[in-house]
């Protein structure tokens, strides 16, 4: 059985049912299933050889699932390429995976122009403005190969199913080859832990591209139905909930603060929801409070990395009624082992930090081309996340931070992590992001980058106090660096090292 086969077996089951509510109208099971095998047997005519890569550039879209999904159907690797990237990121993804297709919005063309490849446009032919009749289109493929039957491939488990890129934000992006394995534990684990089934109306609310498309085959194996909106940003996610009954999302939380902060918003709003899932970054336990009494208990997250897919750990809703917990990412998922390694690789005991270290189904083979990296970061069958953390007597995982960021002031380690939780605790700070900077008297210093609440004011010297009188002076940031809007990855990551280099120019003096 492959990760595809999910969704065959569901189409098979529920055939009637609405597979995808899109702006433009619902799909059936039956009718995704008839447009994926075309699509699939289009591919194939294009490029017969198996394990050949399809590099995907689009926004979230029903065509954009369809495609995805036929991608896994016919045996080759996925490459997903974001659409909100750079044309030189994009195009050294590509000339490092070589993939013999390319399937784009006409959006796109700039970022891949000049790229080798079949270049197969997923927007509908009368939006693609060309001199010529020869643009190969999914429309035309599926004219082409209408009635294809569901096609048939034979790999090991071990076998790549995707080549999904690293965020780069400790070195150069590398190509995380996740395994037919991995995307199987992946979605068996989702199921287990949201308890997923047909009456599932997942809303499309963070990029296919990224963490959104975990949780594309989950949905479908169960029978349930991805919502796609009519358009991006906060307001189209709430019309999601609202209007066409919304139950289930994944975001990054600065989208769940900004639901929360839209006109005349409430929690009928929200009428059918019951999992809001966040990730990708840390919610603070102030904020966590705030988004329980919104939203009721509903709140989710899960921790995982590109090279071991999402859910390594999961905490559920019931686990978010112990404020105990709201400082962990949750319990340790099936299929996967989770531990704390000390520098000479030795496993420590429940209680004490070290590094986060993972093994099992979820891990990747290893990165694309790069043996040297893979050597590095899968040492005997453990995953070397460069998390710090903590495991407690319960199974619980804290996360205090990555490896590099951990500050080292005065003699004395400081997880960035405490220091963002103390300050998002003020009433006046909508978000945060804590960094190190180097430092003559204490090797380094706390520094901390501040977003303020829209009118809402705080002076540099009031958080300092805030901080101090609840950690004391040692975690406490030297300055504060305000900022209108804290920059960010085009998934919502706060981006530290841009962070951290602003900072760094504002106190540097001038040449």
């Given amino acids: 059985m492959y990760p595809c086969d999910f969704f065959w077996r569901a189409a098979q089951r529920w055939p009637e049912r609405t597979a995808i509510d899109a702006p433009e109208g619902v799909i059936t099971y039956r009718a995704l299933a008839s447009r994926v095998a075309a699509i699939a047997a289009g591919f194939m005519a294009i490029d017969p050889s198996p394990q050949s890569r399809v590099g995907i550039c689009a926004s979230n879209s029903a065509e954009h699932i369809a495609v995805l999904l036929a991608v896994l159907a016919c045996g080759k690797v996925w490459v997903p390429l974001n659409p909100k990237s750079t044309r030189p990121?994009?195009?050294?993804?590509?000339?490092?995976?070589?993939?013999?297709?390319?399937?784009?919005?006409?959006?796109?063309?700039?970022?891949?122009?000049?790229?080798?490849?079949?270049?197969?446009?997923?927007?509908?032919?009368?939006?693609?403005?060309?001199?010529?009749?020869?643009?190969?289109?999914?429309?035309?493929?599926?004219?082409?190969?209408?009635?294809?039957?569901?096609?048939?491939?034979?790999?090991?488990?071990?076998?790549?199913?995707?080549?999904?890129?690293?965020?780069?934000t400790t070195g150069p992006p590398k190509g995380v080859m996740q395994t037919y394995r991995a995307w199987m534990a992946n979605i068996s684990n989702q199921i287990h832990a949201w308890g997923f089934d047909e009456h599932e109306r997942y809303i499309l609310a963070a990029p296919i591209t990224h963490g959104t498309s975990t949780y594309v085959l989950p949905i479908l194996a169960q029978g349930g139905c991805h919502v796609v909106l009519a358009g991006s940003g906060a307001e189209a996610v709430r019309t999601g909930f609202k209007e066409r009954g919304?139950?289930?999302?994944?975001?990054?939380?600065?989208?769940?603060?900004?639901?929360?902060?839209?006109?005349?918003?409430?929690?009928?709003?929200?009428?059918?929801?019951?999992?809001?899932?966040?990730?990708?970054?840390?919610?603070?336990?102030?904020?966590?409070?705030?988004?329980?009494?919104?939203?009721?208990?509903?709140?989710?997250t899960t921790y995982g990395q590109t090279e071991a897919p999402q859910i390594l750990t999961a905490?559920?809703?019931?686990?978010?009624?112990?404020?105990?917990?709201?400082?962990?990412?949750?319990?340790?998922?099936?299929?996967?082992?989770?531990?704390?390694?000390?520098?000479?690789?030795?496993?420590?005991?429940?209680?004490?930090?070290?590094?986060?270290?993972?093994?099992?189904?979820?891990?990747?083979?290893?990165y694309w081309r790069l043996p040297e990296k893979t050597a590095e970061t899968l040492v005997e069958g453990w995953l070397?996340?460069?998390?710090?953390?903590?495991?407690?007597?319960?199974?619980?995982?804290?996360?205090?931070?990555?490896?590099?960021?951990?500050?080292?002031?005065?003699?004395?380690?400081?997880?960035?992590?405490?220091?963002?939780?103390?300050?998002?605790?003020?009433?006046?700070?909508?978000?945060?992001?804590?960094?190190?900077?180097?430092d003559d008297k204490w090797g380094e210093s706390v520094q901390a980058a501040v977003q303020l609440r829209q009118d809402m004011q705080a002076t540099g010297q009031e958080l300092i106090a805030f901080v101090r009188d609840r950690l004391g002076p040692v975690q406490t940031p030297k300055h504060i660096h305000f900022f209108e809007t804290l920059p960010r990855s085009p998934v919502g990551k706060v981006l530290k090292t841009a962070v951290r280099d602003q900072a760094l120019s504002k106190l540097s003096p001038p040449n």
């Fill in 89 to 168: 990121e994009i195009r050294r993804i590509i000339d490092a995976t070589e993939p013999s297709i390319l399937v784009l919005d006409v959006d796109c063309i700039g970022l891949l122009e000049g790229a080798p490849g079949t270049r197969v446009f997923c927007t509908p032919e009368q939006k693609i403005q060309s001199n010529t009749t020869e643009d190969v289109t999914i429309a035309k493929l599926c004219a082409q190969h209408e009635g294809a039957l569901q096609p048939s491939f034979s790999q090991p488990l071990q076998a790549t199913q995707a080549i999904k890129f690293t965020g780069g």
């Fill in 315 to 366: 905490m559920r809703p019931e686990d978010f009624e112990d404020p105990r917990n709201w400082a962990s990412v949750g319990r340790t998922s099936w299929f996967n082992d989770v531990a704390i390694m000390a520098p000479d690789g030795a496993l420590l005991p429940t209680g004490e930090v070290g590094e986060v270290v993972a093994k099992g189904d979820l891990v990747m083979s290893g």
């Fill in 246 to 300: 919304g139950t289930v999302s994944f975001m990054p939380p600065t989208l769940v603060y900004m639901l929360m902060a839209l006109p005349d918003v409430t929690r009928s709003d929200f009428p059918r929801l019951r999992r809001l899932i966040y990730g990708g970054a840390p919610m603070p336990s102030e904020k966590i409070r705030e988004v329980r009494e919104f939203f009721g208990p509903v709140l989710c």
């Fill in 384 to 438: 070397h996340t460069g998390d710090r953390g903590v495991i407690d007597e319960r199974g619980y995982l804290y996360l205090k931070d990555r490896l590099k960021d951990m500050i080292i002031t005065g003699g004395f380690n400081v997880y960035p992590v405490d220091v963002e939780n103390a300050l998002g605790q003020h009433p006046a700070v909508h978000e945060c992001a804590v960094f190190g900077i180097p």
